[in-house]
């Protein structure tokens, strides 16, 4: 069974920088696909990025791309969300998610419990 924890989340002021990071367990991240969703208190979960199961292929929303940046330490089977200029409004619970990389499904089948990442203004 895959499990998923992620840590690394807390206050930053706007313009800072956090590192999240999901460590697995139960399988390598090289046999999944590895993305990192958020949710704001109010809103919808919504997709942040996403790394293929090679790590050669990478995927970013609109709203963080070049400021935010996927990776993976094979060694400590862990995956890393760097975060650089936070701005308010990527306030939210990040999580870490999963999914196996077959065409016949995009749903992710496991998550993490999720970490608040608060950026004050």
């Known amino acids: 069974q895959v499990q998923l924890v992620e840590s690394g989340g807390g206050l930053v002021q706007a313009g800072g920088s956090l590192r999240l990071s999901c460590a697995v367990s139960?399988?390598?991240?090289?046999?999944?696909?590895m993305a990192w969703f958020r949710q704001a208190l109010g809103k919808e979960r919504e997709f942040v990025v996403l790394?293929?199961?090679?790590?050669?292929?990478?995927d970013y929303a609109d709203s963080v791309r070049f400021r935010f940046a996927i990776a993976g330490d094979i060694a400590r089977n862990t995956v890393y969300l760097q975060m650089d200029d936070l701005k308010p409004e990527d306030t939210a619970v990040y999580y870490c998610?999963?999914?196996?990389?077959?065409?016949?499904?995009?749903?992710?089948?496991?998550w993490g419990q999720g970490t608040q990442v608060t950026v004050s203004s």
């Open positions: 998610a999963a999914r196996e990389p077959v065409l016949s499904t995009t749903t992710y089948k496991y």
């Open positions: 139960g399988r390598t991240f090289r046999n999944l696909h």
């Open positions: 790394m293929d199961w090679s790590g050669t292929r990478t």
